[in-house]
């Protein structure tokens, strides 16, 4: 008796202090490596002198930001790209959605996993794909069309507005937005489409007045959200637009750090204020999806078993998905191959124009050495950090002891909206202007700091999802048993949530082993990562060794996810 | 060691501004089979999660085993690993990861007993819940009803000082529920085990318990045997959880010869005993309350006190009785009556209530 009463309070010490604890310590570091970057971004802007200088505050970058033609037109660019790109992209994902969700169309589950896997492959390699295929000078399909009787001109032209659109037409994009609506479409309450038939109505009427006014709120959001994250679209613009001068924001802040001296000022500008136009569209968009509630039919309730029949027409259909694919995927994908094994690209008529030359300079290439081993340090990093830093953010938000939860959740989703060229811009800033500068600056940790926050958003869902999933009993049936917290988490805790984090992990070491946008700003001549030699190849014209390089990076990518899958299977087989 | 296991005093615990408990106080003795009663949102499972020490109080004392281990005005605060508990969670709460006799033997692990001990305990416990030959299986393999017994296997295996029982039953279905209750009853017999249980039916409760505490709001309405709660239930929410009750308007009449009942309607006067009128004053309108099944019909005749008339409404066929729906001075009721005499939609009919199982409400 004497014993315990005297060990007592102790034990609420141990109890409460570590949480709130973690609490703080979550607040403080989210604060600073989330919002510091932003503070920096916009204070930064004002600030005449370079990072790290002492601080000469005016307008002057402003002004020059602005007197400089290209950046009005820039940003002018960014929404007009987005906006063009979303309307072809929407129609396409939503035809795919319903065809895979609501109609009788054969291997409708085989194009969703076709969808799914075409989601992860990088896009940059794609871009050279096209590049390979269309270039006016030396593109496969250009020789094709001038082999026909009357053209004698180049049919296609990658480089421009119309390439870019067509380009993002065939990457991430499209892939992304099915996996998202496939799922609302399953959950749209098959009564009401029934109703709609027992009414009277055909197919087509079902669809037009029932089906897709219902669905109109969910696939609004989608739009929205698409608008928004296409407008940090990078890549693409950056090899496509800037041979034909075109710019769009984020090229642009590209251009002027490129500059020398680096024009930090002007970049800074331009990047606060697509942040401001940023934070407008934000906060219509919360207003929109906080205000949108009149249509909560899509529920669970009544999962779907009527199928629309669609006759003949469904291998038509199908036949449909799988040309898109074939276009879109598989033949960028295998010129990307026949133009690594190429001697020179395009010259299929010289002596023996195949050769492994490109693929043996490129591995045994000290440069490339140093790069995988950097991209290696920087993805293994990243997944492994990200991991335990999220999960322990998300075991806080679930466990609802947390006095300051929506403020942390909201700190976490910033960098889902934030361009990566502006994350890492205001990274950049952070690591310049503090003594950080000595650490991380220009070295793979900084890299990885930064693809660490930019994972923040998805990673932090996955566990939360994967914990609420869990639910509390487990946990609390373990305390009850008798066991510390500390036990609790190594036997019951980390065991089921292990699949999650591998499969997160694996996600997170593929985006970070793919990200451009991200360190582009921040690599130095040591710290190189592949995806950045895969830019500098394909700058220098060096197509045959970038194609080569593209296809080991999606291969890696490839074998990862198919190793996530399979993780991921096997915790949705257990429960 | 005193012969109380757990004691509640005053104690509070509010979400935000709700009360979930509010300042509850009661005693569980070794051996007993306590419930707490009440709907869902009452605060019965807050009070389990307090004992168990899943949540933490906000106000008054939580002692168990002669042991305080919330005391809040004091800072003290036991974690739920160091209460020596056993909990059964409405879900189970079955890891997925382990097999069946890991997640028997976890309690015992955490508390570094053996490996020889754990396996003699483990299969002991196992043998006890009837899961003899499953030790080997996948935790997921199992039915509903086998996982439960894991569970249960699993709160018992150290002998806790008190077995916490969240809705273990509400997740199985009808039949299994009834050999579970009549198992678990079995059990206690058998370990003499200290049992808190949670439930929203009044049949476990009823069948189950040595005591129940109807819990409302945050409060405790009653506590008490199943007997004397159902028949004589302190509150209005007591009496309407606990099977139905229905009632009649009406007014105390008072004169030198005496107290009656005076219905609203039809019916004779009805004398009251002086004691169960005493509070209510000559006029007072008041409610006159009993217990369907304490009802009888009658065919039409002279009205004696406490008869009433009625007219029958509906008749539905049970099978093993009839249902009768009938209206009596504008109230409606449902009455399950045996298969002696047989009336019709629109008889008119007597009905009779037992003078000794009455209460009498202010209205």
Redo the contacts between chains.
Sequence with gaps: MSLAATSLPRSRRLHLRPIRLAELSFLLFLAVVMGLPLLFLLTGSFNLSAPGKPAVYGIDNWLRAFTDSGTLSALGMSFTLSVVRLIPAMILSVSFAWLIARTDMPGGKFIEAVCWIAYFVPDFPLVLAWILLLDPSFGFLNSVAKSLPGVDASLFNPYGFWGIVWVHTSTGGIWFKVMLLVPVFRRLGATLEEAARVAGANTAVMLWRITLPVLAPMILAVSVLSFIRGLQSFNTELLLGTPAGIYVYSTKIYDFLQREPRAYGEATALGSVFLLVLAVLLFFYWKFLSGGKKFTVVTGQGYSTLRVKLGKWRYVAFAGCLLYVAVTMLLPLTFLVIGSFMRRYGFFNIASPFTVNHWHNMLSDPIFLVALKNSLIIAGTTAAGGVLLYSALAYLLVSRRTVTAPLLESLCWIPHVLPGILLSLGVLWLFLATPLRFVLYGSVWGIAVALILADSPVTTQAFKAGLLQLGADLEEAARVSGASWRYTYRRVLLPLLAPIAAAVGLMNFGSALTSISTPVLLYSHDSRPLAILLLEYSFTGELERAAALGLLITAIIGVMMLIGRKLGLQLAGSE | MSAVVLEFRDVVKRFGSVHAVDGVSFTIERGEIFTLLGPSGCGKTTTLRLV???EEPDDGEIIIA???VAVPA??????????????V?????I???LSVFENVA??LR??RESSEAVRQRVAQALEIVGLGGFAKRGA?ELSGGQQQRV?LA??LV?EPEIL?LDEPLSNLDAKLREQMRAEIRALQNKLGLTILYVTHDQVEAMTLSDRIAVVHRGRFEQVGRPEEVYEKPRTEFAAGFLGRMVSFAGNIRKDAAGCWFEWNGNAARSPLAIIVAATFDDGAPVRLQTRPEDIEILPIGELLPYQTIATVEQVAYLGESFEYHVRAAGVPLVLTVGKKHRYQAGDTIRLALDPARIHLRAR
Excluded: D
């Design positions: 168990a020490g899943l002669g042991k305080p004091r800072g003290l605060y036991l974690p739920p690993e160091k209460r020596q508990l056993g909990m969670f409405q879900s189970y709460a890891w997925p990861h976890f309690p955490v508390r997921t569970a699993r709160a150290y916490l």
